[in-house]
Nanobody
Framework: QVQLVESGGGLVQAGGSLRLSCAAS????????SGWFRQAPGKEREFVAA????????YYADAVKGRFTISRDNAKNTVYLQMNSLKPEDTAVYYC?????????????????WGQGTQVIVSS
């Protein structure tokens, strides 16, 4: 497992942008696929985006495609989520996750490692 710490959440107006960061504890972080999930009040946790360990492959939920971009810098053991054109429905706690298997990150909500979450609030 790997320890993950998110940062960058906050309050933003609709149409604005935020960049979330997820710092990992392991020097072998490049072995891990990583992803972002979110959970709004009263709703199930849902997949947002994922990236392979090398950064060569990315995946997005339909709801964020074209607005959000996931990237990583393995030299800094960090994954990012650039969120543009934010909407009130993007309001949620955003969680970073990691797993050795990219399919686990993309197709399930049970990756082996999770961060503590960072709140994003988009006002209308």
């Amino acid at each position: 497992q790997v320890q993950l710490v998110e940062s960058g959440g906050g309050l933003v107006q609709a149409g604005g942008s935020l960049r979330l960061s997820c710092a990992a504890s392991r020097r072998t972080f490049s072995y891990y696929a990583s992803g972002w999930f979110r959970q709004a009040p009263g709703k199930e946790r849902e997949f947002v985006a994922a990236i392979s360990g090398s950064g060569g492959s990315t995946y997005y939920a339909d709801a964020v495609k074209g607005r959000f971009t996931i990237s990583r810098d393995n030299a800094k053991n960090t994954v990012y989520l650039q969120m543009n054109s934010l909407k009130p429905e993007d309001t949620a706690v955003y969680y970073c996750a990691a797993d050795l298997n990219i399919r686990t990150v993309v197709e399930t909500t049970t990756p082996s490692s999770w961060g503590q979450g960072t709140q994003v609030i988009v006002s209308s």
